[in-house]
């Protein structure tokens, strides 16, 4: 397509209950990188693959969370048991390669834990 | 990680007025990338700096990479209401390529 595609747009979901947040980048682009966004702050740092390879998980919270890539292209960041603090907005970006590449961003999942 | 600190938090202006906002680290950066975020959408990349000292512009957007490399500054000449929007100043780990955002600085423009 022509962004980054982030779906669903909204999810509500119980606190305890498990989540999948998908995100399909721009077409071509290696890296992709997932960053999560609390309402007046910048985007904080979770993840980022080039092609399928996970090279840095260290921003993720806990180990309630989780990604993949599995075929270079589609990745699904997941959070089990949810907690209220996991609320955010998440988004996911895409880039041509690892460095230096400018950073696109998609409309983000809206999360809210009740 | 490294931080980077954005000022001011927030800025009001009347449409026609020049802005200035910076960003600063305790930390050197090596690039600095200056992003804006509309309501409901994501951050843009509006200008990219590769080299201190550079100064960099993007239409009525000039962005400056500090001598230091501890620094960046932004500004907007003419402001136009659709100027509205979070600046977020960013940054390249120097671990790696994931970056590093500021807080941001909103900016209000009266018509």
């Known amino acids: 397509g022509a962004g980054v595609s982030q779906s669903p747009r909204y999810k509500v979901t119980k606190r305890g209950q498990d989540v999948a947040l998908r995100c399909d980048p721009i077409?071509?682009?290696?890296?992709l990188y997932w960053y999560r966004q609390a309402l007046g702050q910048g985007p904080e740092f979770l993840t980022y693959f080039n092609y399928e390879a996970q090279q840095d998980k260290s921003g993720l919270p806990n180990d309630r969370f989780s990604a993949e890539r599995p075929e270079g292209s589609i990745s699904t960041l997941t959070i089990q048991r949810t907690e209220q603090r996991d609320s955010a907005m998440y988004r996911c970006a895409s880039s041509f390669g690892p460095y230096n590449s400018p950073l696109h961003f998609g409309n983000g999942t809206r999360l809210t834990v009740t | 990680g490294q931080q980077l600190n954005q000022s001011p938090q927030s800025m009001f202006i009347q449409e026609g007025e020049d802005v200035s906002m910076n960003c600063t680290s305790s930390s050197i950066f090596n690039t600095w990338l200056w992003y804006k975020q509309d309501p409901g959408e994501g951050p843009v990349l509006l200008i990219a700096?590769?080299?201190?000292?550079e100064l960099t512009s993007n239409g009525r957007l000039t962005a400056q990479f500090g001598i230091t490399r501890k620094d960046s500054f932004l500004n907007i000449s003419a402001s136009i209401p659709s100027d509205v929007g979070i600046y977020f100043c960013?940054?390249?780990?120097?671990?790696?390529?994931?970056?590093?955002f500021g807080e941001g600085t909103q900016l209000t423009v009266n018509p």
């Open positions: 700096l590769y080299k201190a000292g």
């Open positions: 960013a940054g390249p780990e120097t671990s790696g390529s994931r970056l590093t």
């Open positions: 077409s071509g682009h290696v890296s």
